[in-house]
C-alpha cells in the first residue's frame, strides 16, 4: 500500500443543554482538527457518542458536513448497533455521501458470542450492502463492546470479502494482540487505538490512528501516527485520562483548548464530569503541555 491512513480525530460531538447537537459546533471543530494536519475526521465513533445518535441525526449531519464544504473523502463514519439491518442501513447512508471509510464495531448486546457467530453478523451486514460495500475499517474495542475481534476472525474475514474488509482499529490496549495484527495482516490498514502504543505499533507497520486526543492535540498524535515518533507527555496524559470515563474526560479538554463549555456536556447513559474532576484533568494537561492551554 503507498497511501497511508494517516491521522483521523476521532471526532467528538457537542450537545447543547437540552440534548441537541450543535452541528455548527462540530463542523468547527472538524475544520480545526483538519487544518491542523488531521488527514480525516471520524464521526458518530467511540468519542463521538456514535451510538446515541439516531439515523435522522446523522443523516442531517453528514448532509451538513457535505454542505459547509468539507470533503467526504475526509470522512470516516462511524456505524455501533446491533441489527444487521440498522449496521447496513447507516453504512449505505454514508457511503451514499462518499465517506472514506466505515469504521464498523461487532454487535455488543449479546456476549460470549463465537467467532463464527460474528462472521455470520459481519457477512450479513456486508451483502445487504451489495455492491455498495467498501472501505469497511472493522472496530475491535473490546473494553466497550465486551466482544474481542480474534486475530483469526478479521484474517477470515479480509479473505471472505477482500475489497470490502480493508482495514481494522485496534483499541484494546493489550500489545501482545496489537503485535500479532500487525504480524498476521500486513496486508490490511492496522490503526492504533490506544495513544500510548501508537507510535511503537507505527514503526511496526501500522498506518495511523482514529484518535479521539486528537481533538486536542493534533500536532503531536500526528507525529505519533504518521512518522512513529514517540511522545511521553501523550502517553502520560492518556493515563490520567483512563482515570475518568475516558469520553467525557476527553470532551472536558477540548472544552479547555477551545475555551467553548458546550463540549462539557454529553448524551445519557454518559454523565458529565464534575467541576472538581474537570480542574484534575485540566491541571494534568496543563503540567504536560502549558504551551497548548487556552
Known amino acids: 500500500m503507498t497511501v497511508k491512513f494517516g491521522l483521523s480525530a476521532a471526532l467528538t460531538t457537542p450537545f447543547a ?23 480525516s475526521v471520524t464521526l458518530f465513533g467511540t468519542t463521538g457518542e456514535g451510538s446515541s445518535i439516531g439515523n435522522r441525526e446523522r443523516n442531517e449531519i453528514l448532509a451538513a458536513f457535505v454542505a459547509a464544504g468539507i470533503n467526504p473523502k475526509n470522512l470516516v463514519a462511524g456505524v455501533l448497533v446491533d441489527s444487521t439491518q440498522d449496521a447496513a442501513d447507516q ?28 462472521f455470520e453478523w459481519f457477512s450479513s451486514v456486508f451483502h445487504k450492502l451489495g455492491n455498495a460495500a467498501r472501505d469497511v475499517i472493522v472496530y475491535n474495542i473490546p473494553s466497550v463492546t465486551m466482544v474481542a475481534l480474534s486475530v483469526d476472525l478479521i484474517g477470515r474475514l479480509h479473505r471472505a470479502f477482500p475489497n470490502v474488509v480493508t482495514g481494522v482499529k485496534d483499541s484494546s490496549g493489550d500489545w501482545p494482540y496489537t503485535q500479532q495484527l500487525l504480524k498476521d495482516h500486513s496486508d490490511l490498514i492496522i490503526l492504533i ?56 474526560a476527553v470532551k472536558v479538554l477540548v472544552s479547555y483548548v477551545t475555551g467553548e463549555t458546550i463540549w462539557h456536556t454529553v448524551r445519557p447513559p454518559l454523565v458529565s464530569i464534575s467541576a472538581e474532576n474537570r480542574k484534575k484533568i485540566e491541571a494534568a494537561f496543563e503540567s504536560l503541555f502549558s504551551s497548548q492551554a487556552a
Open 17 to 39: 443543554q437540552n440534548g441537541d447537537i450543535d452541528v455548527a459546533a462540530m463542523i468547527a471543530q472538524a475544520k480545526r482538527s483538519l487544518a491542523a494536519g488531521c488527514n
Open 91 to 118: 453504512a449505505s447512508e454514508a457511503l451514499q455521501a462518499g465517506v472514506r471509510n466505515i469504521l464498523l464495531a461487532p454487535p455488543s448486546y449479546f456476549k460470549n458470542v463465537s467467532d463464527e457467530g460474528l
Open 193 to 248: 487505538g490506544d495513544e500510548r502504543h501508537l507510535a511503537q505499533g507505527v514503526r511496526l507497520g501500522g498506518q495511523g490512528a482514529i484518535s479521539g486526543v486528537a481533538n486536542f492535540l493534533p500536532h503531536e498524535v500526528r507525529a505519533m501516527a504518521v512518522d512513529g515518533v514517540d511522545d511521553k507527555r501523550v502517553q502520560d496524559l492518556v493515563v490520567e485520562l483512563l482515570k475518568y470515563p475516558v469520553t467525557p
